[in-house]
């Protein structure tokens, strides 16, 4: 029989008989060359801080898998074909271990699941592999915050001076409150479910109080914390400069993830936010932060501003 791979636009032929045997080997043989490929890659990303965007979701996933079976594998794509596989299965000497294999790749009569499925291949399991293979503090939120923060400031040497001083005002820039709204959803939901109203109200107020402290009269959350962040950073390219932002915002947040709970039962005050960021800012990934005070500040108000419930 004669089948046909359309990505390289070739054809194979392939005696009837050895349609689902073949098959089944060359799956399990692109599953195992998949399957490494990924976590090697994976691996390799996340040690320089990146994640790659098919490990987000899992279509994402699923067109990525699909692209490497077509590119690097014609006859399993040309044999994958619910059809011939299916009339295969039913008309030719197949054993009845082959046949029960056969039966797990369709989902439906004679149409196949997609091939991140026909592989074997979990998207979740995948990264957890890749996971394996990184230092333990690269697999801590703080400690590889921590460390994202050191090589964004040591990259920020003479090849950022050299750039040109960012000229955008301030408020063109995006808003550095807007990174703060994905932190504040999860204390906001762990507030609501399990404590009273009271305690809810005291919450409240506590932060309002401290809000007042930190902004000034007339101005938002969002341009005290832009203003405060074009000071105390020290990079040029006005890109770099938003990803350390950035970074400093996923440390604060990873920061307080463990200890915001205490929070309703005790509410913040400024002696409280004063030392929770003295001790983060004290860290070896700010060192370079020359400009101490006014990083303090910008971190105390954008912990009151994860905290903050609306």
Not at 51 to 76: H, I, W
Request: charged share 30%; proline share 5%; hydrophobic share 40%.
């Amino acid at each position: 029989m004669r089948v046909h791979a359309a990505a390289q636009k070739k054809d194979y032929f392939i005696q009837r008989d050895f349609i689902v045997p073949v098959f089944l080997k060359k799956l399990g043989e692109a599953a195992e060359e998949i399957r490494t490929a990924y976590v090697q890659e994976w691996t390799d990303e996340l040690r320089q801080d990146r994640t790659p965007a098919v490990t987000k979701n899992d279509a994402s996933f699923r067109r990525d898998a699909e692209m490497r079976v077509k590119q690097g594998y014609p006859l399993l794509t040309a044999l994958s074909n619910g059809n011939l596989l299916f009339a295969a299965g039913e008309v030719t000497k197949v054993t009845d271990s082959a046949k029960a294999e056969l039966g797990k790749c369709f989902a439906v009569e004679n149409i196949l699941r997609p091939f991140d499925e026909l592989l074997g291949l979990s998207r979740a399991f995948l990264l957890k592999n890749a996971r394996m293979y990184l230092p333990f503090w690269m697999t801590m939120p703080v400690l590889s915050g921590v460390l994202r923060i050191f090589r964004r400031l040591s990259r920020g040497g003479k090849a950022e001076r050299k750039a040109e001083p960012d000229k955008k005002p301030a408020a063109a820039r995006p808003a550095q409150g807007e990174t703060a709204n994905v932190a504040q959803a999860a204390p906001a939901e762990a507030v609501k479910s399990t404590h009273t109203k009271s305690d809810l109200l005291a919450y409240r107020r506590s932060i309002q109080a401290l809000l007042s402290q930190y902004v000034p009269k007339g101005r938002t959350v969002e341009a005290t914390l832009s203003e405060l962040s074009e000071k105390w950073n020290p990079l040029y390219a006005s890109e770099q400069k938003q990803n350390l932002v950035e970074d400093v915002n996923s440390l604060v947040r990873d920061f307080l993830r463990p200890v915001r709970r205490s929070f309703l039962t005790r509410p913040p005050d400024l002696k409280r936010i004063h030392a929770l960021a003295e001790q983060l800012s004290a860290s070896k990934s700010l060192v370079k932060i020359k400009k101490k005070d006014i990083l303090m500040r910008y971190i105390e108000l954008y912990m009151v501003r994860c905290l903050q419930v609306k």
